[in-house]
């Protein structure tokens, strides 16, 4: 079946510094991806929509200078956490859904801890 | 985004069918319902999505009821690895979001 590729798994860095998550649909291409972050005991959030070839959506009250998103092919998204800070430590999440399959399921990554100290 | 309401927590034992309800009763015309399952530390899971019959695949069975309003998952046998977190979603369109919920929490007991 279809899979979503999500790197790193997990990443501890610095108060300041910059981590970029990557997410890649390995056999299906997806003009659309979403990003998710859940911090503990909670639900997911959305956080944006990526879309190929164009500006990510952004939800209501996240910063898109904070969280940037680049969506540079059919097969590949990236997250970038800059100026990472304690309170951006989360589980980040990645999915995506193949083209041409309206109201399909989507697809997950496995996501990726991040812990800034 | 159409809201989905479901039971916090449930418990099942093991080796026994487990019912997960799900209220929507909110759901337009064109709104899938689908299941997702995240078990710790993972990403979620599909499970199974439908919009007005009933579904069955390898892992489950979705019953909507006929007014749409409500459904259910039914997972037939319950094994251990099926302690999960369950988000019934709604979703329409190609693009549309899938915006998650509280979810249930299943316990199964040895």
Known sequence: ??????????VICKSGTSVKIECRSLDFQATTMFWYRQFPKQSLMLMATSNEGSKATYEQGVEKDKFLIN?????LST?????????????????????GLPNEKLFFGSGTQLSVL | ????????????????????????????????????????????????????????NRMASLAIAEDRKSSTLILHRATLRDAAVYYCILSEGRDDKIIFGKGTRLHILP
């Open chain 1, 71 to 75: 969506h540079a092919s059919l097969t």
């Open chain 1, 1 to 10: 079946g279809a899979v979503v590729s999500q790197h790193p798994s997990r």
């Open chain 2, 1 to 56: 985004d159409a809201k989905t309401t479901q039971p916090n927590s449930m418990e099942s034992n093991e080796e026994e069918p487990v019912h997960l309800p799900c209220n929507h009763s909110t759901i337009s015309g064109t709104d899938y319902i689908h299941w997702y399952r995240q078990l710790p530390s993972q990403g979620p899971e599909y499970v199974i999505h439908g919009l007005t019959s009933n579904v069955n």
């Open chain 1, 79 to 99: 997250l970038t956490v800059t100026s990472a800070h304690p309170e951006d430590s989360s589980f980040y999440i990645c999915s995506a859904r193949e083209n």
